[in-house]
Nanobody, 122 residues
């Protein structure tokens, strides 16, 4: 499985961006798909995950109510809609895929995209 994330971008605080992550392989629809991020000087942290079956979503408290994760199984794409962005959302964002037991633990994810930079200015 290969994951290809879209380009990030630079926005002002309060703005929005949508990230996408396209996956190859026929098993996409069975994977849990997650987003993590890594800010400068910090460890990679969990952002959101969408589970299978049922597309149940889980979010980090820091993004709850502002970010939305979704997936298109027909197109093998997972999205992260980010609204009301804050400077503290500045990070490199990574999409991950796998059969995950512990949703917020990055080593549970077997496959990773290349990372994409999101910069939010105040």
């Amino acid at each position: 499985v290969q994951l290809q994330a879209s380009e990030g971008g630079s926005v002002q605080a309060g703005g929005f961006l949508r990230l996408s992550c396209a996956a190859s392989g026929r098993t996409f629809s069975t994977f849990y798909m997650g987003w993590f991020r890594q800010a400068p000087g910090k460890e990679r942290e969990f952002v959101a995950v969408i589970r299978r079956p049922g597309d149940v979503t889980t979010y980090a408290d820091s993004v709850k109510g502002r970010f939305t994760i979704s997936r298109d199984n027909a197109e093998n794409v997972v999205y992260l809609q980010m609204n009301n962005l804050k400077p503290e959302d500045t990070a490199v964002y990574y999409c991950g895929a796998g059969y995950v037991r512990y949703l917020t633990i990055q080593r549970e994810y077997n496959y990773w995209g290349q990372g994409t930079l999101v910069t939010v200015s105040s």
